[in-house]
């Protein structure tokens, strides 16, 4: 069983930064595709950024590009969000996920890590 753990969630104010990390069981990292996605209350998870097994290739949210930043760490296997210039919209609960290459809806997450925007 894959198993993924967030960390590095908290409060900043409106424009400042914060990085989230996600360190998955063995070598998940190196295996699938790691993605972000979040939740704000009341709203729809969706979608943040992901990025393939091998690192090469990334994807973001519209609103979300320029800004976050999402990388991997092969060697601790681990996969973080950068996240700069915060918005107040960008609060909500920042989940960590993994699906293998083939299969195109993500199975394995984690439980989530709070960021906190205000203004």
């Known amino acids: 069983q894959v198993q993924l753990v967030e960390s590095g969630g908290g409060s900043v104010q409106a424009g400042g930064s914060l990085r989230l990390s996600c360190r998955a069981s063995?070598?998940?990292?190196?295996?699938?595709?790691m993605g972000w996605f979040r939740q704000a209350p009341g709203k729809e998870r969706e979608f943040v950024a992901a990025?393939?097994?091998?690192?090469?290739?990334?994807s973001y949210k519209d609103s979300v590009r320029g800004r976050f930043t999402i990388s991997r760490d092969s060697a601790e296997n681990a996969v973080s969000l950068q996240m700069n210039s915060l918005k107040v919209e960008d609060t909500a609960i920042y989940y960590c996920a993994a699906r293998v290459p083939l299969k195109g809806t993500y199975e394995y997450w984690g439980q989530g890590t709070q960021v906190t925007v205000s203004s």
């Open positions: 990025i393939t097994w091998d690192g090469l290739n990334t």
């Open positions: 063995g070598r998940t990292v190196s295996t699938h595709i």
